[in-house]
């Protein structure tokens, strides 16, 4: 049974450790270290898993030849989805 590799350009392989390392996962831990209940940690949860859905169709069409948009969203684009939606939600009440 063989495998398929999807190639991907350099420049995402840099922006996906930059988001990662110098944003999510710094937020995960102070998300999680807040006492409301969970409430924070669960909606960065949420929006952390629409943003990789998102960089993942990003990356599945345009594989090699990535745009500067793409490469910015993926480097800066975790801090204010997060923040608009933990507004939406507080603003909604949910």
Not at 22 to 40: E, I, N
Not at 59 to 84: C, E, H, K, Q
Request: net charge positive; charged share 10%.
């Amino acid at each position: 049974m063989q495998s398929v590799v999807l190639p991907l350009s350099s420049r995402y392989r840099e922006a996906v450790f930059f988001s990662l390392l110098r944003q999510q996962v710094p937020w995960a831990f102070l998300s999680m270290l807040l006492l409301d209940g969970g409430r924070v940690a669960r909606i960065s949860g949420i929006t952390m898993l629409g943003f990789w859905a998102g960089v993942a169709l990003m990356m599945v069409s345009r594989p090699l030849s990535p745009s500067s948009f793409d490469i910015m969203f993926l480097r800066w684009g975790f801090l204010p989805l997060n923040v608009l939606v933990i507004v939406l939600v507080g603003v909604l009440d949910l």
